[in-house]
């Protein structure tokens, strides 16, 4: 108990380590979030304000459709206004308003707008569509014998061919990946806390290494004790990490709290257990090899993944299939996306095996070569 306390102790002191694994995924998670703010804001249905010049030619027809046409059962697509001229210019000029619509004196549909703009497109386009409606109506209109009103309502009975099919799915939320991704990065990234704990406990690497070797404690009774104190710290590092995620940034990942814990738990052991394999692995490499080993694991899992565009997700997932399998980010990744996409659990469950099955192999081979280890002389 005494080691285990001084091991916790170390490893807190070591601020390197620290900053990688904590401080840069919040980082991540912050530029994450600036950016992707103004998206989601830009994808938001926004009502949009028009005046209209109130006189004797108004097509009311369009006034009601423009007033009851919606994004969805709670966002009108416009606000209407009745203006005088003089006060839709002043409006229109400090963008109050998107447009102003004006019926002239023959009837003609007048559209007066200030800048461009996605609002200011979707108002366009809209008038557009109305006027060759109403074109296609008065040339029907000539050629058929049936009333106007008529014509109307008949266009207005539209059959439905398209029905909705159960898929067993939830609403695909694309920017989760982004930190579904990053929440896999700095699970993999636990294996700085792997080298570390390998590293001190190996004479040829660390000071520290020597004089653990030469305390004559049982070989398994530290690794075990360096990888426990490795994983308490790793996984705390996460669950600040998750805290920052939900209450300051507050990002919803739509996801079972239990099985975000056990995704995590389980994904911290394997980038701990990742991260000593190839440090006691490759015993002649520099200790800044190992570490680049395990920050491509990570940095290039988590493109892989789709931590930098979600296409590259969906083209592995299409093309380099096999890559989900030895990727641990990415079946991280997979893992919540499975989470929040699917209603079954199937998915989750194989990524969760395949995560467990990665775990058991890296602590396996890190025992057995650990267990062999032997100095000539110290």
């Excluded at 306390?5 to 979030?33: C, E, G, Q, Y």
């Excluded at 369009?62 to 003089?86: C, G, H, P, R, V």
């Excluded at 300051?248 to 257990?273: H, K, N, Q």
């Amino acid at each position: 108990m005494h080691i285990f306390k001084i091991r916790m102790l170390i490893l807190f002191r070591n601020k390197i380590v620290l900053f990688w694994t904590l401080l840069f995924p919040i980082a991540l998670a912050t530029l994450f979030n600036f950016a992707f703010a103004n998206f989601l804001k830009s994808e938001e249905f926004v009502t949009i304000p028009v005046a209209i010049i109130e006189n004797d030619n108004l097509d009311n027809r369009l006034i009601n459709l423009m007033q009851e046409i919606e994004y969805n059962s709670e966002a009108k697509m416009y606000d209407i206004t009745y203006m005088n001229n003089d006060e839709a210019d002043l409006k229109l000029n400090d963008e109050t308003v998107i447009g102003i619509i004006e019926f002239d004196n023959e009837n003609n549909l007048l559209l007066k707008l200030k800048k461009g703009g996605i609002q200011a497109t979707i108002l366009k386009s809209f008038l557009d569509e109305y006027i060759q409606t109403l074109d296609t109506i008065n040339s029907l209109s000539v050629v058929s014998d049936n009333d106007i009103n008529v014509i109307m309502d008949d266009l207005q009975n539209n059959k439905d061919y398209i029905s909705d099919v159960e898929t067993n799915t939830n609403p695909a939320l694309v920017i989760l990946i982004y930190f579904f991704s990053l929440i896999g990065m700095a699970l993999i990234q636990g294996g700085y806390w792997g080298t570390v704990a390998m590293s001190d406990l190996q004479a040829n690497l660390s000071d520290r290494g020597m004089r653990v070797v030469i305390s004559g404690k049982n070989k398994f009774n530290l690794l075990i004790t360096h990888l426990i104190s490795s994983f308490l710290v790793h996984i705390t590092e996460i669950l600040i990490f998750l805290l920052y995620l939900f209450f300051i940034l507050r990002i919803d990942l739509s996801i079972s709290i239990w099985l975000l814990a056990l995704t995590c738990i389980l994904g911290s052991l394997t980038g701990i257990t990742f991260g000593a394999f190839i440090t006691i692995s490759l015993k002649k490499a520099g200790e800044g090899t190992k570490v680049l080993i395990t920050t491509i694991a990570g940095v290039f899992g988590g493109f892989l993944s789709g931590m930098m565009n979600p296409g590259v997700k969906y083209f592995v997932h299409t093309k380099l299939r096999f890559l989900e399998f030895i990727n641990p980010v990415g079946v991280i990744n997979d893992a919540l996306y499975s989470l929040q996409y699917f209603q079954t659990r199937e998915r989750f469950y194989i990524n969760i095996l395949i995560l467990f099955i990665m775990f058991i192999v890296f602590t396996l081979f890190t025992y057995l070569h650990y267990r062999r280890d032997t100095y000539e002389s110290i």
